[in-house]
């Protein structure tokens, strides 16, 4: 079971009186005391990771939401963090490498499960290539299995998240377009 993100708002998080109206609050606002919560998504990264021979680095992931489905090194990006800072540290802490020529790609909408509750992300999309001399070393917690491949069908089908798929759907057009 999963509930959205404003159906976990049952009190004011300020003064602690119970939401007044069940109807979607955009933003909640507290009858009581005027505090708002604005439900906005919060950000998170993908890399499409690229070695010398034009493969992506796909993972398989240990954990849910998608576990045993194939995602991209990323992650939520940290207070004070911009989205490219966001991307090098995630993919580090997954897969142990460093990535260089890193270029913003697009932003996608997804919804992350999270405890039970239905958390709104914009997922934002770099391409980037690893970086000299690095071997990939995952973090077994986050990462099953991995693999450099050629974005087919099948793989795309595979995705853990539909905006993983859009992003990678959307880098293959612009490898097919030249």
Known sequence: MSIELFEAYAFCPRCGAARHS???????????CGY???FGPVAAVGGIIVNEAGK??????AREPG????GMPGGFVDPEESGEEALHREVFEEVGIKITNTS???TAPNRYLYQGVQIPVVDLFF???VAQGQQIAPEHTEVAEWMWTDLTDEVLENMAFKSNQIALEFYRRGLENG
């Open 104 to 106: 913003y790609l697009m």
């Open 22 to 32: 069940t109807q979607p609050p955009r933003p909640f606002r507290c009858h009581a």
């Open 36 to 38: 708002t919560v604005f």
């Open 56 to 61: 992506v680095l796909l993972l398989v992931r």
């Open 67 to 70: 576990k045993g489905l194939l």
């Open 127 to 129: 391409v980037a290539e």
